[in-house]
Every structure is written in structure tokens, then in C-alpha cells.
């Protein structure tokens, strides 16, 4: 599938890591950063490049840790959310940013919540589509019936190297089908999935993805205070969502001080793509 012209590609070195980054818009731009979730790279935000960039925004979508091109770290400890939230404050530095935009979907909405808590006052916003806040997540996880029996997952993509041998079984038919499945009928046209099994194919990059749900138990996350996370933020929730209980939107979007929550009753879980022109436009107004 044919990219657009107007994304450029580089290679950033930052916290230690080597970050691969697709890119557009004006070098003088406010800096927006987008970042993907699993099982997707910088691809997933193929459809946001323009609208944004020609708004003036300098867009940068990395490969997060352990996905495509970027480096990927053997131990699953590196894969704590602190750490791939300082890749992208080392990422800015990199590109001569204080302040900046984040938006992140699913896993990468994940990091954004963590950046909002650790520097807050280096975000002009933050953005999180379909994800709540981690620490709420978890104990969700624990406490909570319903979303236990959603996150059973979890467990699954955790487990040492079955993991890998099964979601390459098929050409990576599983996950092939969570994007197909899920999400509006021709979001995923057999070119696209293409792309998608080029990624996952990179050395190691399967155990990198799967690495950032085995470093969920690792630690504890701290949850902040009610109204405690200071950026402006912006919550997207598509109802349709299989894999987390509504109610956590608005929990999540109570720990921030200045908030919007908008729910999307036609999209799930893949909101970016379900929705693309409600989301661009959403974003847009927030930035």
C-alpha cells in the first residue's frame, strides 16, 4: 500500500533506545505525538498524518519499544510504562521540544496517562483513546468480575513463548482476526493486514509486543488523586468495546483537572479506525 508522500521516516536515538518515526507537517509546528497500541506500529495512524499536518501540527508517530523497526529490549522489565513514557519526553528533547501534544490509543494511550502523572507540565494536552488510566485498569482487573472476564487476555499473551508460537500460527491468523473482526467491516483490506504482518515479522518484535503486558505486574502504578493530573486531556470511548467496562472512562477521567469524555456508540475497541473522521475531528478541536 502506497504511503503518503508527505510522510518522512527517521531514525531517533533517545533513553537509551533507537525509535523508528514516521512524520509530517511543518518542522515549526506545534509537536503532536501519536502512539500506537498493540498489535499495530506507526501504520495505525496512517489516516492522521494529513489532516493534522495540514493544520500546521509537526506530527511524529513512533515505533514504540519493541514494535517494527524500533529497538527491542530483552528483559520485559524495560517495558514498564515509565520506561516507554520516557522514551517519548527523550524523543521531544531530541526534536528540540519542552512542550508538546500526546496522543495515544489502546497501549499507547496507556503511556500518555503515565506521561500526564510523571511531567505534567511538559504537555500542552493529552489524548487518550480507549484506554483508562493503567493503575485503574489493574485493579479492575483484580477486583472487578466483568472486567476480569474481559482481560482473560491478558493472562494469555503474558505466558513465555506460547505466546509467540501462537499468534504466529496461521500467518498470524489471530491477530490478523482481532483487527478484522472487530472492527467496522473494510477497516482492514488484505493490503493493509499485509503491512501489519510485515511488522510483526521483524526480529523479535512479537516478544517485544507481548513483553509490555509481561511487564504488567512487575511494579505497582500509582493512581493520582481525583483532579491530580494537570495537561488538558481529552477521553474518547467507543461503546462498543468488548475489553473494558464502560464506567472506567469517566473514573478515569476523574483523576484529571480539565477534562472532556466523549463516547462513540458506534465504535470498539479499534476507535481510530472505526471512527477515523469523528476521531480527527475530535482531536482536532481538543488541539
Given at each position: 500500500?502506497?504511503?503518503?508522500?508527505?510522510?518522512?521516516?527517521?531514525?531517533?536515538?533517545?533513553?537509551?533506545?533507537?525509535?523508528?518515526?514516521?512524520?509530517?507537517?511543518?518542522?515549526?509546528?506545534?509537536?503532536?505525538?501519536?502512539?500506537?497500541?498493540?498489535?499495530?506500529?506507526?501504520?495505525?495512524?496512517?489516516?492522521?498524518?494529513?489532516?493534522?499536518?495540514?493544520?500546521?501540527?509537526?506530527?511524529?508517530?513512533?515505533?514504540?519499544?519493541?514494535?517494527?523497526l524500533s529497538s527491542k529490549p530483552?528483559?520485559?522489565?524495560?517495558?514498564?510504562?515509565?520506561?516507554?513514557?520516557?522514551?517519548?519526553?527523550?524523543?521531544?528533547?531530541?526534536?528540540?521540544?519542552?512542550?508538546?501534544?500526546?496522543?495515544?490509543?489502546?497501549?499507547?494511550?496507556?503511556?500518555?496517562?503515565?506521561?500526564?502523572?510523571?511531567?505534567?507540565?511538559?504537555?500542552?494536552?493529552?489524548?487518550?483513546?480507549?484506554?483508562?488510566?493503567?493503575?485503574?485498569?489493574?485493579?479492575?482487573?483484580?477486583?472487578?468480575?466483568?472486567?476480569?472476564?474481559?482481560s482473560r487476555y491478558v493472562q494469555?499473551?503474558?505466558?513465555?513463548?506460547?505466546?509467540?508460537?501462537?499468534?504466529?500460527?496461521?500467518?498470524?491468523?489471530?491477530?490478523?482476526?482481532?483487527?478484522?473482526?472487530?472492527?467496522?467491516?473494510?477497516?482492514?483490506?488484505?493490503?493493509?493486514?499485509?503491512?501489519?504482518?510485515?511488522?510483526?515479522?521483524?526480529?523479535?518484535?512479537?516478544?517485544?509486543?507481548?513483553?509490555?503486558?509481561?511487564?504488567?505486574?512487575?511494579?505497582?502504578?500509582?493512581?493520582?488523586?481525583?483532579?491530580?493530573?494537570?495537561?488538558?486531556?481529552?477521553?474518547?470511548?467507543?461503546?462498543?468495546?468488548?475489553?473494558?467496562?464502560?464506567?472506567?472512562?469517566?473514573?478515569?477521567?476523574?483523576?484529571?483537572?480539565?477534562?472532556?469524555?466523549?463516547?462513540?456508540?458506534?465504535?470498539g475497541h479499534w476507535i481510530i479506525?472505526?471512527?477515523?473522521?469523528?476521531?480527527?475531528?475530535?482531536?482536532?478541536?481538543?488541539?
Amino acid at each position: 500500500m502506497a504511503t503518503d508522500s508527505g510522510v518522512r521516516f527517521s531514525f531517533v536515538t533517545a533513553n537509551g533506545v533507537t525509535l523508528h518515526c514516521a512524520e509530517a507537517g511543518p518542522d515549526d509546528g506545534p509537536l503532536v505525538v501519536l502512539l500506537h497500541g498493540f498489535p499495530e506500529f506507526w501504520f495505525a495512524w496512517r489516516d492522521y498524518f494529513r489532516p493534522l499536518a495540514e493544520q500546521g501540527f509537526r506530527v511524529v508517530a513512533p515505533d514504540q519499544r519493541g514494535y517494527n523497526l524500533s529497538s527491542k529490549p530483552e528483559s520485559p522489565e524495560a517495558y514498564r510504562l515509565e520506561n516507554a513514557s520516557a522514551d517519548v519526553f527523550a524523543l521531544a528533547d531530541v526534536l528540540g521540544r519542552e512542550r508538546f501534544h500526546v496522543v495515544g490509543h489502546d497501549w499507547g494511550a496507556a503511556v500518555a496517562w503515565m506521561m500526564a502523572g510523571l511531567e505534567p507540565r511538559r504537555l500542552l494536552s493529552a489524548a487518550m483513546l480507549q484506554a483508562p488510566h493503567p493503575a485503574l485498569w489493574l485493579n479492575a482487573i483484580r477486583t472487578d468480575k466483568d472486567q476480569r472476564r474481559r482481560s482473560r487476555y491478558v493472562q494469555i499473551l503474558r505466558a513465555p513463548w506460547l505466546s509467540e508460537m501462537m499468534l504466529k500460527m496461521g500467518n498470524y491468523a489471530a491477530l490478523a482476526r482481532a483487527f478484522r473482526t472487530l472492527t467496522r467491516p473494510g477497516a482492514f483490506s488484505p493490503e493493509i493486514l499485509e503491512r501489519y504482518r510485515e511488522a510483526w515479522r521483524q526480529p523479535g518484535a512479537l516478544t517485544g509486543m507481548l513483553n509490555w503486558y509481561r511487564a504488567l505486574f512487575v511494579a505497582e502504578l500509582p493512581t493520582p488523586a481525583p483532579g491530580g493530573l494537570i495537561p488538558p486531556a481529552l477521553v474518547l470511548w467507543g461503546d462498543r468495546d468488548d475489553l473494558a467496562i464502560p464506567h472506567l472512562a469517566e473514573d478515569s477521567a476523574a483523576l484529571c483537572k480539565n477534562v472532556r469524555v466523549r463516547h462513540l456508540p458506534q465504535a470498539g475497541h479499534w476507535i481510530i479506525h472505526d471512527a477515523p473522521d469523528v476521531v480527527r475531528d475530535a482531536l482536532l478541536d481538543h488541539l
